[in-house]
């Protein structure tokens, strides 16, 4: 059971809001990421961190900024929301396999911009 | 470009048999694969992992195929029960940066009584 966690579950927010959907990990893993989801639909990833101060863009452009100023936490950031951002957003840190890296999902914080 | 897909988008299975999720990668140097399964309001969770050196794998109920002359790899479910309605993601470690996942569209597995 992989123990990461993300707060709020549901955001319904205002047009031009700022916001920050959290994610904390306990497992100590050092790669963190941000994909974004839209129902029925695959992942995208959007950010990712090697560890404490290194954040990545990811493949899929983003307005969102994160930051990893601990292990265990990676906030993401909406300066300021707008419907198009209207998504889920799943959280994820990693650890190495003896074969490649196998990636642990937080819930997802399911985001209504308005 | 480097792509992950599936064949389908949704299956339906009658609870008790065998289900068959596809998955063809177009990469040939992947060489790790995952599968994870989705369920309505939660994040991915593991499932089981291949690797290339590897035809099959198998899990409890669970048996992942790869065959790498076509580039596809299956997910079988065995005896499927209404739990394993979900969304089944494969996925495949980036062969030249392996700290990122690509992930496919998705396949709906739909169990009816």
């Known amino acids: 059971e992989a123990d990461i966690y993300q707060t709020p579950r549901y955001l319904v927010i205002g047009t031009g809001k700022k916001i920050t959907l959290e994610c904390s990990q306990t497992m100590g893993h050092d790669k963190m990421y941000w994909y974004q989801q839209d129902p029925g639909m695959e992942l995208h990833l959007i950010h990712y961190?090697?560890?404490?101060?290194?954040?990545e863009k990811g493949d899929l452009s983003s307005e969102s900024t994160v930051s990893r100023i601990r292990t265990e936490h990676f906030p993401l950031t909406l300066e300021s929301a707008r419907p198009s951002h209207t998504s889920q957003y799943l959280c994820?840190?990693?650890?190495?396999?003896?074969?490649?890296?196998?990636?642990?999902f937080g819930q997802g914080t399911r985001l209504t911009v308005v | 470009g480097e792509s992950v897909g599936l064949h389908l988008p949704t299956l339906s299975v009658q609870e008790g048999d065998n289900s068959i999720i596809n998955c063809a990668y177009s990469?040939?140097?992947?060489?790790?694969f995952i599968w994870y399964k989705q369920e309505s309001g939660k994040g991915p969770q593991f499932i089981i992992d291949?690797?290339?050196?590897?035809d099959k794998r198998q899990g409890q109920r669970v048996t992942v195929l790869l065959n790498k002359t076509v580039k596809h790899l299956s997910l079988q479910i065995a005896a499927t029960q209404p739990g394993d309605s979900a969304v089944y993601f494969c996925?495949?470690?980036?062969?030249?940066?392996?700290?990122?996942?690509?992930f496919g569209t998705g396949t709906r597995l739909q169990v009816f009584p």
């Open positions: 990469n040939s140097a992947s060489d790790y």
């Open positions: 961190s090697y560890g404490v101060n290194s954040t």
């Open positions: 996925a495949e470690n980036h062969p030249n940066n392996t700290d990122k996942l690509i």
């Open positions: 291949i690797r290339s050196n590897m």
């Open positions: 994820a840190s990693s650890t190495p396999t003896g074969a490649g890296r196998v990636a642990f």
